[in-house]
């Protein structure tokens, strides 16, 4: 092989190596994005945990941390309340308790939805649903996504139907059989 030979040879595995180069930086810099994405992601996983670890104690599960704003947490397991009981002095009264019976509870969100539900005969869209929400009780604020976790809860339990339209999803309610 001829030096007039073997340099347009060199110089084509000089371009393939830099061009080779390029792409693993270009590549570790995804993968770097990536594993900072899947941290970020693991943190947020993280702090739901965190949150489904505090709230486990309620009586109804489904009940989200945004429909107890004004509601006494009066909630315990037989368990822990028979515990922190045998620990209170005598003649102690439990304060929650004592404001818990003073306060009217506010209807659950669930029921609400399902009431605005029952006064339609056509599928309704969850933002029309939350619309009409804010409208009849100005005192609820639930968020867009908290209203459709509500409604996805309601058909998880059958009380409510789905109907989905390319990428829409409508709700009704579910039509009582009569009894039989």
Known sequence: MTSKSAAPLRSRL???AASDLEENRRRQQELADGITVLKQEE??????LSLAERYRGF????RLPEQLQDEPAVTKTKR????????????????????AKGKSRRPLLGDLLIELLG??????????????????????????QVVRNTLESLVA??????????????YTLVEKQPAG
Not at 59 to 62: E, F, G, K, Q, V
Not at 92 to 98: F, G, I, Q
Not at 119 to 144: G, I, M, V, W, Y
């Open 14 to 16: 000089v371009e393939q």
């Open 43 to 48: 943190a947020l996983l993280t702090d739901i």
């Open 59 to 62: 009586a109804d599960p489904s």
């Open 80 to 99: 822990t309340a028979a515990k922190s009981s045998s620990r209170r002095p005598a003649g102690s009264t439990d304060a929650a308790k004592a404001g």
């Open 119 to 144: 006064k339609h005969h056509e599928p309704r869209l969850a933002k029309e649903l939350r619309d009409e929400l804010l409208e009849k009780h100005p005192d609820r604020d639930p968020t867009p």
């Open 157 to 170: 339990k059958g009380r409510i139907q789905r109907h989905k339209q390319q990428r829409t999803v409508m």
